[in-house]
C-alpha cells in the first residue's frame, strides 16, 4: 500500500518535473535572441579531459556543420597578452619556446638570435623579426567553427593558446600571409608537412570542440588517407 501510493507520487512528480523543464526551455527560447544563445556544451568532454584516438577516429568525432562568418572581427580574439605576468607575451613565449638554435632574451622580452624552423615551407629562419606567430587554425576561422558564441574570456584563451604546442607556430612571414584565414580545403603546407598539419589541425579542432564545415571535412579525409593512422592525443580546452 504504502509503496504503490510513494510510487505513484514519484511518477506523478517527476511528470511535473518533465513538463516544467519542457515549458521552461520553449520559454527560455521565446524570450533569448538569437545571438545571446549560451554556448552548447561540448560533446567531447569537459576541459582537462584526455582523449586519445587514431587519426581517422578523430576525423569521426569532429561534428560537421555549414560555417559562418558573420560578425567576425579579429579583435573579438584579444591576443598576445602575458598571462602569466613573466614580462613575456604570447608571442615572445612561441619564439622563445620553439627556437632549436636557443635564442636570448633582452630587455622587455626581446627576442634576438636563435634560429627557428618554418615546418610550412620547410625553411629555417635565423632573425625572429622574419617570423610570425601562426594559429594553426586561423582566428577566423575558429569564429566561423564555434567561437562565435563563446565568450571574450574564452576567445583571449584560445587565440594565446600556449597549453598544447601545436595551437601556435613560428612561421616564415611569407607563408603567414599565404594561407591567411584559410582552412585545408583551400591552403596546406608543403607537401611534406601535410600528414603532421591535418593531424595537429584535427587535434586543434577537437581541443577546442570546434566544428569542421562540408568541404573541410573533405580535405581533411583526402589527406589522412595518405597517412599513418597515428593516434591524436588532446587535452580538451572547453
Ligand atoms: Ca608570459
Ligand atoms: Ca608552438
Ligand atoms: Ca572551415
Redesign the pocket.
Known amino acids: 500500500m504504502t509503496f504503490d501510493h510513494v510510487g505513484v507520487g514519484t511518477m506523478y512528480f517527476s511528470r511535473t518535473i518533465t513538463t516544467t523543464a519542457a515549458a521552461a526551455t520553449i520559454l527560455a527560447a521565446l524570450i533569448a535572441p538569437a545571438a545571446a544563445q549560451a554556448p552548447a556544451p561540448g560533446s567531447l568532454g569537459a576541459p582537462g579531459d584526455v582523449l586519445t584516438m587514431p587519426l581517422q577516429d578523430a576525423l569521426q568525432v569532429l561534428i560537421i556543420q555549414d560555417e559562418s562568418r558573420a560578425g567576425y572581427d579579429r579583435s573579438k580574439f584579444r591576443h598576445w597578452v602575458d598571462a602569466d605576468k613573466d614580462g613575456c607575451d604570447t608571442r615572445s613565449e612561441?619564439l622563445l619556446?620553439?627556437a632549436f638554435l636557443p635564442a636570448r632574451q633582452g630587455p622587455k622580452c626581446t627576442v634576438s638570435g636563435g634560429e627557428w624552423y618554418s615546418s610550412y615551407d620547410n625553411t629555417y629562419v635565423g632573425d625572429a623579426k622574419k617570423l610570425d606567430i601562426d594559429h594553426l587554425v586561423p582566428l577566423a576561422e575558429a569564429w566561423d567553427s564555434g567561437a562565435s558564441t563563446w565568450t571574450a574570456a574564452q576567445r583571449q584563451a584560445y587565440a594565446n593558446d600556449?597549453g598544447?604546442?601545436?595551437?601556435?607556430?613560428?612561421v616564415s612571414a611569407a607563408t603567414y600571409r599565404s594561407k591567411a584565414d584559410q582552412d585545408p580545403t583551400t591552403w596546406m603546407p608543403t607537401e611534406a608537412a601535410h600528414c603532421t598539419y591535418v593531424a595537429n589541425w584535427t587535434a586543434i579542432k577537437m581541443r577546442w570542440q570546434l566544428t569542421i564545415d562540408p568541404a573541410e571535412a573533405n580535405a581533411l579525409a583526402q589527406t589522412a588517407v595518405t597517412c599513418a593512422n597515428a593516434p591524436v592525443k588532446v587535452t580538451l580546452a572547453r
Open positions: 612561441v619556446e620553439e600556449l598544447d604546442p601545436r595551437a601556435l607556430l613560428a
